[in-house]
């Protein structure tokens, strides 16, 4: 499957932006959809995972309660909405696709180019 994700942009602390992943080339309901993001000089980290039936979404502690993930299955699209955004939620945005329900990066076999994010204090 290949992915796409776009939405990336400057914002000032306190502001929302969303963030898009589109799929096309397989069945994206086969798959959950997780977005990871890379801070400057940083591992990658798990942000959230939605789960491909359910829809239900969970999300690492930093983001919980501020950012939020849903999909369209009729647009082949997952949707990261994030709010409250802090200098510290800059990063490097991709999303990945798995047939595992799982916050481990390695488990993500498919992965979209990343889309940069930059918080403003």
């Known amino acids: 499957v290949q992915l796409q994700a776009f939405g990336g942009g400057l914002v000032q602390a306190g502001g929302s932006l969303r963030l898009s992943c589109t799929a096309s080339?397989?069945?994206?309901?086969?798959?959950?959809m997780g977005w990871f993001r890379q801070a400057p000089g940083k591992e990658r980290e798990f942000v959230g995972v939605i789960n491909r039936s359910s829809g239900r979404a969970y999300y690492a502690d930093s983001v919980k309660g501020r950012f939020t993930i849903s999909r369209d299955g009729a647009e082949n699209t997952v949707y990261l909405q994030m709010s409250s955004l802090k200098p510290e939620d800059t990063a490097v945005y991709y999303c990945?696709?798995?047939?595992?329900?799982?916050?481990?990066?390695?488990?993500?076999?498919?992965w979209g180019q990343g889309t940069l994010v930059t918080v403003s204090s």
């Open positions: 080339g397989r069945t994206f309901s086969n798959y959950d």
């Open positions: 990945a696709a798995s047939t595992v329900l799982t916050g481990n990066e390695q488990r993500y076999d498919y």
